[in-house]
């Protein structure tokens, strides 16, 4: 099975949402062409933004829309799952675009693989983390009141085809996620890779060391595709 794999470096969210809503609705139509939709796998890094899942809560964003603008950030309300996040500049945004039918997989089965990505990509790091029953994502120190979020998942998936994806901390600005409750959750804070390890961490590195996490779970032949986008 084969798979574009598509690089976009650093994006504005909306530029890349759009792109992911037109391969969505391609899909949908394929499905009812009784075709198998192209499988795409999605690697960026955002510009400063706030994305509101479905069932968020706006209590959740700590900031004013004035403090926001200053500060530089969009905020969107999407169709993901999931509460509110940040995503930005020092974090891995990978969005896979599945056919589940063609991977044999239900949406749990789905969300588990990714969650078993990252945890063995952090472990390249020497980072031990895991996942917490009830609570979607990648924790460090996970199961102890010092558990920590590494990284956040939430995705859409309708006819067993899926868009939005995870977002890892490699050397994120943690600053940023002191104007929400990530998530939803009050009382467990975020963490990144550099913060873990105490050093400097190359993006590119870690975009290298997940894509073969994800390729344990997802049996796809990865070919570079490249796409232009405005900035």
């Not at 403090?67 to 509460?83: K, N, Q």
């Not at 789905?110 to 609570?135: H, T």
């Amino acid at each position: 099975m084969e798979a574009a794999l598509i690089n976009l470096g650093l994006q504005s969210y909306g530029n890349v949402l759009n792109l992911q809503r037109a391969w969505f609705e391609e899909a949908m139509q394929q499905r009812s062409a009784g075709q198998s939709p192209a499988n795409r796998l999605i690697m960026v890094e955002h510009k400063p933004v706030y994305t509101f899942g479905k069932h968020a809560h706006q209590s959740n964003l700590l900031a004013s829309p004035e403090m926001l603008e200053r500060l530089g950030a969009e905020v969107y309300e999407i169709e993901r799952g999931g509460d509110v996040t940040f995503h930005g500049p020092g974090q891995l945004v990978v969005y896979p675009m599945f056919d589940l039918e063609v991977l044999n997989m239900g949406v749990k089965r789905f969300v588990e693989a990714l969650e078993q990505s990252i945890i063995a990509c952090v472990a390249v790091y020497g980072i031990k983390a895991g996942m917490v029953n009830g609570r979607t994502g990648v924790w460090v120190d996970a199961g102890s009141p010092a558990e920590r979020k590494i990284a956040a998942i939430g995705i859409r998936c309708s006819r067993h085809y899926t868009m939005h994806g995870l977002a890892l901390n490699v050397h994120t600005d943690l600053n940023w996620f002191n104007h929400i409750i990530p998530c939803g959750i009050a009382d467990r804070g975020v963490t990144g890779i550099d913060r873990e390890i105490a050093s400097a961490v190359s993006m590119k590195e870690v975009e290298v060391a997940m894509l073969q996490c994800l390729k344990e779970h997802f049996p796809f032949n990865f070919v570079e595709q490249h796409i232009e986008l405005n900035s």
